[in-house]
């Protein structure tokens, strides 16, 4: 079985440059989320879609941040424009809504800001 | 006080030992609670759901105290690959989903 996927996995890229991260959800699941995770911080929760539909945003960290799910396939977190404080590790995880599911997480995309 | 603690680590301990971490959750309403693993630079793995009776897996034994509210991982027999680091979930409903800092364990030969 497929399981979510991420892309790209490696970005580096200069300050104030637009960046797009893809997400890809394990077919069926009902829920998406995104994540940043830091050494600082750890694992942050960004924002979570159901059925192609945002939820809760509060924890984007500012209006450079912004994400959609065009359909139940596939999302994506765009940074823009993109600062140096930006560089962490970005996860999407999907899970099924109903009843005791966990999360699958992507293998994460590892973004550095110069 | 957090959602979800606990104990950051690190535990360094020899092959072949026991070893035992907790985590603590503040919201008695949560339904479901989760034991991930987190390989250096690597994503969150499922390791095991816990179930309200505790269930074991192999070497590893996850518990849950409703009236204490925290739940518990135990691992027997560790080995050099258990090194990593193990972060408590929370899920109080279908959206509410909270990790924990994670516990990070260092197996030494």
């Known amino acids: 079985d497929a399981g979510v996927i991420q892309s790209p996995r490696h970005e580096v890229t200069e300050m104030g440059q637009e960046v797009t991260l893809r997400c890809k959800p394990i077919s069926g699941h009902d829920y998406l989320f995104w994540y940043r995770q830091t050494m600082m911080r750890g694992l942050e929760l960004l924002i979570y879609f159901n059925n192609n539909v945002p939820i809760d945003d509060s924890g984007m960290p500012e209006d450079r941040f912004s994400a959609k799910m065009p359909n139940a396939s596939f999302s994506t977190l765009k940074i823009q424009p993109s600062e140096p404080r930006d560089s962490a590790v970005y996860f999407c995880?999907?899970?099924?809504?109903?009843?005791?599911?966990?999360?699958?997480f992507g293998d994460g995309t590892r973004l550095s800001i110069l | 006080r957090k959602e979800v603690e606990q104990d950051p680590g690190p535990f360094n301990v020899p092959e072949g030992a026991t070893v035992a971490f907790n985590c603590t959750y503040s919201?008695?309403?949560?339904?479901?609670f989760f034991w991930y693993r987190q390989d250096c630079r690597k994503e969150p793995k499922l390791l095991m759901s816990?179930?309200?009776s505790g269930n074991e897996d192999g070497r590893f034994t996850a518990q849950l105290n409703r009236a204490s509210q925290y739940i518990s991982l135990l691992i027997r027999d560790s080995k050099l690959s258990d090194s990593a680091t193990y972060l408590c979930v929370v899920r109080s409903s279908a959206s509410k989903i909270i990790f924990g800092s994670g516990t990070r364990l260092s197996i030494r030969p």
């Open positions: 816990v179930y309200s």
């Open positions: 919201n008695s309403a949560s339904q479901s």
């Open positions: 995880a999907s899970s099924l809504g109903r009843g005791h599911q966990p999360q699958h």
